[in-house]
């Protein structure tokens, strides 16, 4: 991801017509590395497995509902712990930090003008959008880190698995390095995953950040 955005983009970017070159270029290929990542599971899966059976794959993963570790409840009135998850998530990306350049960070992108008149009518660039959030919580950074390699990472970390996994998370975001600093301080979604033995927990927590950025793409492509 930090090769594509750093590297490959530019050169993208040049090979591109339009407005905002380096965000198309950025759009197009961040979300080609997401979906790669997707693909590297499956490979894992495969490879770890030998089959790609959905009962065994969903184990696998941690794709289940989430457990109580305290009544050993499943599922059901669990799942209201997500909220203060998503809580606690949305207060680390409220925290004061580091602030990318505009066409590389996103969030600031879309509250500029430039981002405005960029995504103004663009169903095109927001159906790339909804693409690289599904792959980013749901079937990208969330399967990869929290279904494949949290579950794994005990054998080696013990009871801090857990926080290596939020460190090589924090880590991995040499694509948007502004970012690092809040996932290293409160690595939420690594822990809530742990705690109640579910990917879904986590892609839920991290889902709801891309369900605000997707209707605020959306309010601006309907203007």
Known sequence: MGILAWVAAPWLRD???????LAQALLIL??????????????LMWRELGTLRWSRVR?????????????????????????????????????????????RDFGRFLG???????FEGAWGWFAVVVVLSIFNTVLGEELLFR??????????FGRRDWLANGVL?????????????APLLVPVEAWAAKRYRSALV??????????????????????
């Open 30 to 43: 961040l979300t080609l590395g997401l979906v790669w990542q997707f693909v590297l599971v499956v490979i």
């Open 59 to 103: 184990n696998a993963l941690w794709l289940r509902a989430p457990r109580d570790p305290r009544s050993g409840r499943v599922g059901g009135r669990v799942w209201l712990w997500v909220l203060p998850f998503v809580v606690v998530f949305a207060l680390e990306q409220a925290l004061p930090g580091i602030t990318g350049p505009l066409q």
């Open 169 to 181: 998370f924090a880590v991995y975001h040499l694509h948007v390095p502004w970012v690092i600093p």
């Open 15 to 21: 090979q591109l017509g339009g407005k905002e070159r």
């Open 147 to 156: 279904g494949f390699l949290l579950p794994r990472m005990n054998g080696v």
């Open 202 to 223: 986590s892609i839920a927590v991290h889902s709801a950040q891309s369900v605000v950025l997707l209707a605020i793409t959306l309010s601006l492509v309907l203007k």
């Open 112 to 118: 500029d003008d430039r981002g405005k008149a960029f």
